[in-house]
C-alpha cells in the first residue's frame, strides 16, 4: 500500500504500452510461411504423378472385375506390370518366372503361392481353381504395386 500522495501521483500518469504492430511479422512466421510455402510447392510437384497412379489403380481394378477366366487375369496383371516395370521387362517371363516376378515386386508375398499354377497354365488349357480368389489375389497385387 502506497501512503505517500507523490508517488500514487506519479503512477497515474503513466499509460499502458500501445499493442504490436501486425506487420510485419515476427521472424516465426516468416519461417512458417517459407516452410509452408516449400511444402505447397512438394505437393504441387508431386499431385499429377500420385494422381496418375490413383487413376491407372482404377482403372485396372476395373478392368479386372471385368475379367471372367484365369487367362484374363493373367493378361490384365501382365499388362500392369508393363506399364509399372518397363525396364525389368516382365513381357517375356512365364511360368515360375513369372510367379516369381509378382511375388518379387509384392508387399505381402505368397498372393500368388496356391495360384500360380492357375495363373502360368491359363493361356495354354483351361483354369482350374477357383477364379474369384485370382481375381482376389491379383485385386490384392494391383493394389500394393500400383
Request: glycine share 4%.
Amino acid at each position: 500500500m502506497i501512503t505517500d500522495p507523490d508517488l500514487a501521483a506519479q503512477l497515474r500518469a503513466l499509460h499502458p504500452p500501445s499493442a504490436p504492430p501486425w506487420w510485419p511479422p515476427a521472424p516465426g512466421w516468416w519461417l512458417a510461411l517459407i516452410v509452408a510455402a516449400a511444402l505447397a510447392a512438394l505437393a504441387w510437384r508431386a499431385a499429377p504423378k500420385w494422381w496418375r497412379r490413383l487413376r491407372r489403380r482404377r482403372r485396372l481394378i476395373s478392368a479386372l472385375e471385368a475379367c471372367t477366366d484365369a487367362a484374363e487375369v493373367s493378361q490384365l496383371l501382365r499388362a500392369a506390370a508393363l506399364e509399372r516395370f518397363p525396364k525389368d521387362e516382365p513381357a517375356g517371363l512365364h511360368g515360375a518366372a513369372w510367379v516369381e516376378f509378382l511375388e518379387a515386386r509384392d508387399a505381402r508375398p505368397g498372393r500368388f503361392a496356391a495360384l500360380g499354377a492357375a495363373l502360368t497354365e491359363a493361356p495354354y488349357r483351361p483354369a482350374r481353381g477357383d477364379p474369384d480368389a485370382l481375381r482376389a489375389a491379383a485385386r490384392g497385387w494391383l493394389r500394393a504395386v500400383l
